[in-house]
């Protein structure tokens, strides 16, 4: 068994491997293919289904592809999209999750999000990355 695994580490030496990108497809891999119970129409089943198969192959070429920079390249303009929309899912289930306790402002000096009390009335507010004091209504 030590034999086998191997052979597959030398047949990945200077191979790119998985990243974030294709870490990604794969789990959209996997949505899709739920997606597909779901469709009941043979042609469209067939066209997910086709569409499903590119993915993978697409994964495979890149986890296989020897031009490790252009791949990094590919994964780095990827994150460039992936980490803006990743961080703002997160706060935004956190804004849900702290609705009932606190509410957020925006600093008017350095537009950061701050999180503030439920309390209500009129609130004086020191935002902790500039210093900057403003007031805010609940």
């Known amino acids: 068994m030590m034999n086998f695994f191997r052979k597959i580490s030398m047949f990945m030496q200077g ?12 789990a959209l891999v996997f949505i899709i293919y739920i997606i597909n119970f779901f469709v009941f129409n043979r042609t ?14 697409f994964i495979i070429f ?3 592809s ?5 791949r990094s390249a590919e994964n780095r303009a990827f994150l460039k999209v992936y980490e803006p929309a990743k961080n ?12 009932d306790n606190y509410r957020y402002r925006k600093c008017p000096a350095c537009k950061a999000m701050l999180r503030v009390k ?7 507010v020191r935002c902790p ?8 209504k609940i």
Request: proline share 0%; net charge positive.
């Open 15 to 26: 191979r790119y491997g998985l990243d974030t990108m294709n870490k990604v497809l794969t």
């Open 88 to 99: 703002w899912v997160r706060f935004t289930i956190r804004r849900i999750k702290d609705r």
């Open 129 to 136: 990355k500039c210093r900057y004091e403003f007031k805010t």
């Open 66 to 70: 020897r031009n490790i920079n252009k």
């Open 44 to 57: 469209a089943h067939f066209v997910i289904f086709l569409i499903n198969l590119a993915i993978i192959a």
């Open 118 to 124: 439920n309390k209500k009335g009129t609130h004086t």
């Open 62 to 64: 890149r986890a296989l």
